[in-house]
């Protein structure tokens, strides 16, 4: 037909092309709008790099964290266990014993030894764990973090009982009962009122067992700086252990001030009853005695000075 285009000028129809054209106005293609795509080895097109696969869940998650939250309650549950476990097994000197151990002293003067030496003996503990934490393990630091709440626990559970001997304030009952006691003082950081026998917790219920376990946790929270590694954590655990022993013992003292009873007005106490497996802990504090001198007997002759 006149006036129509040859067929070999003729531009080919491609179904379903694309209307814009390839490349941008500065020759390149515009992948800006479109983004990157992969292409195989014949010139292909692939899915775009990590199309339909959902993103990876970032760490540290709702998951992980109720999954430390779970631990976090587990240990503080044995801790608490462990601690009702060694109350009664914690030696206790009593009254007598103590004037023995600190001839010529007061009151006061007592316990501020028996404090000076409970604070020297949680630095102690403090120390020995920061010590062994050199190179944090995260399994690890946990069981330490556990070992050394126990430990300082149980310092500071027979400073409370000395406390209340030297002040005159020895709850009633058995040993069973005083430890309880004993633990309930630990537990709130306020001395126990022996005059009110009807005040005092016979037996551990689930009232002491939460505020153990809320206590407990206070401290772990306290004492985590003690992870550091390469020996400073034994250096912040000796000066926190020792901070918080003294703070505690302070409290305690406030309050078997307001009630305390002359030596003179208790007359003669029976002795404490004995752990039947004591507690091997760390000295607490003794009256500094001069060492005796050995008889000082005659030099023998030197032969060669004759």
Do not use: C
């Amino acid at each position: 037909m006149k006036g129509s285009t040859p067929p070999w000028k003729r531009r080919p129809r491609t179904r379903g092309a694309d209307p814009e054209p390839p490349l941008g106005s500065n020759g390149a293609r515009d992948v800006e709008e479109r983004g990157p795509r992969a292409v195989t080895g014949d010139g292909a097109p692939l899915e775009p790099a990590g199309g339909g696969l959902p993103a990876p869940a970032a760490p540290g998650g709702p998951a992980a964290l109720r999954r430390a939250a779970g631990r976090l309650q587990t240990a503080v549950g044995l801790v608490a266990d462990r601690m009702i476990a060694i109350a009664p097994r914690v030696p206790v000197r009593d009254l007598d014993t103590l004037r023995q151990h600190f001839p010529g002293l007061g009151p006061e003067e007592i316990a501020d030894r028996l404090v000076a030496g409970a604070a020297k003996a949680s630095a102690t503990v403090g120390a020995g764990v920061g010590a062994v934490n050199m190179l944090p393990v995260p399994p690890a630091m946990a069981a330490s973090l556990a070992a050394e709440i126990t430990g300082v626990a149980a310092v500071e559970l027979k400073l409370v009982a000395e406390l209340h001997e030297v002040y005159g304030q020895r709850p009633p009952g058995d040993l069973r009962a005083r430890s309880t006691a004993y633990l309930t003082a630990w537990t709130s950081e306020h001395g126990v009122k022996a005059g009110n026998p009807s005040s005092l917790p016979k037996v551990v219920d689930s009232g002491l067992k939460q505020a153990l376990r809320r206590q407990i946790k206070r401290r772990l929270v306290r004492n985590v700086p003690n992870l550091l590694p390469l020996m400073l954590g034994a250096a912040v655990g000796a000066v926190i252990n020792r901070r918080d022993t003294r703070r505690f013992a302070e409290h305690i003292r406030e309050d078997l001030r307001e009630t305390q009873v002359p030596w003179e007005r208790l007359g003669d106490l029976p002795p404490l009853e004995k752990p039947a497996q004591p507690l091997p802990l760390p000295e607490t504090g003794r009256g500094h005695h001069a060492p005796e001198r050995p008889e000082s007997r005659p030099r023998p002759e030197d032969p060669r000075n004759e």
